[in-house]
């Protein structure tokens, strides 16, 4: 079968009228061609004084000129190598919360897209703290999740709109790995080792994904972050492993992975006890040097 990206994304409109279908609760569905950034126009139109309230809305480009990921670092991407699409929904969340999203909808998007695998292929698609997704320890999809105030038309003092955008890997992971030079991972390597994965579509991916954090922030908003830690050990890519978080290389902390809190923290274990971790990039150490 061939799994070449560019036959796995249709061409805008046709992917469009699918995913209208597939999310009726999504009040505006959109995939053009090409933009700057899903996630900034998605941000734009949330703030601006008139324009629509319904939400949620999803945006989705073939390419995005200035694409971006976490720590405001650039998305490389090239037409039908990637699937790059941004959702916006409205939240009714105290600001001290509005951290904990990053890898609450981190963990929903393994979940969903787990779900898209055999069962006996799940487990080796994990979550890297705050919301990589890794296939065999290799990037698969990142994640950036940004929150702002809704223009004029704010409902509750705690009313925000958050804006999540994700990239996935579809093609290209072997020149990625070497231009990058670290290991990531496309779906086109999954469908050649997974039936399951071989039969999924954009449309199917897509929607899954919108789906799985509607659910999740609406799970959040009535009943909290409770249950994170215990939902995040199943798809935790760094536990038991020794890591160290750096901030622009300078390095903050080293310790013991052990989950995360209720406020979506990195938990780390060292000899002086343990620490809660808000921010900062996760280096993993080699086996070898972790014994």
């Given at each position: 079968m061939n799994t070449q990206a560019p036959s796995f994304l249709p061409d805008p409109e046709p992917l469009q009228a699918e995913l209208r279908s597939c999310l009726p609760q999504f009040k505006q569905v959109l995939w053009v061609e090409q933009t700057?950034?899903?996630?900034a126009d998605l941000l734009s139109r949330a703030?601006?004084?008139?324009?629509?309230?319904?939400?949620?809305?999803l945006l989705g480009a073939h390419l995005q000129n200035r694409g971006r990921g976490r720590a405001g670092r650039s998305w490389q991407n090239r037409r039908g190598a990637n699937l790059m699409f941004s959702c916006a929904f409205d939240l009714f969340l105290p600001a001290h919360q509005l951290p904990t999203l990053s890898p609450l909808v981190g963990l929903a998007a393994c979940v969903a897209m787990r779900g898209l695998l055999d069962p006996a292929n799940r487990p080796l698609l994990t979550m890297k703290w705050p919301n990589d997704l890794l296939w065999k320890s290799a990037k698969l999809a990142g994640i950036l999740v940004e929150a702002t105030r809704a223009g004029t038309s704010r409902l509750a003092p705690d009313h925000y709109v958050a804006i999540i955008g994700m990239g996935v890997n579809l093609d290209d992971a072997r020149s990625l790995s070497q231009s990058l030079n670290r290991q990531v991972a496309d779906w086109s390597e999954i469908a050649r080792e997974d039936a399951a994965a071989q039969?999924?579509?954009a449309c199917a991916m897509v929607a899954a994904l919108a789906q799985a954090w509607y659910d999740s922030l609406n799970q959040v908003t009535a009943y909290g972050f409770g249950s994170l830690p215990e939902r995040y050990a199943q798809v935790d890519a760094?536990?038991?492993?020794?890591?160290?978080?750096?901030?622009?290389g300078r390095l903050l902390h080293a310790?013991?992975?052990?989950?995360?809190?209720?406020?979506?923290?990195?938990?780390?274990?060292?000899?002086?006890?343990?620490?809660?971790?808000s921010v900062g990039e996760v280096s993993v150490r080699p086996q070898s040097e972790a014994r």
């Open positions: 700057d950034s899903t996630n703030r601006a004084p008139q324009g629509p309230l319904a939400r949620p809305w039969a999924v579509s760094l536990a038991g492993r020794r890591i160290d978080v750096l901030d622009g310790g013991i992975a052990c989950g995360v809190d209720t406020q979506g923290r990195l938990i780390l274990r060292s000899p002086e006890g343990e620490t809660a971790v």
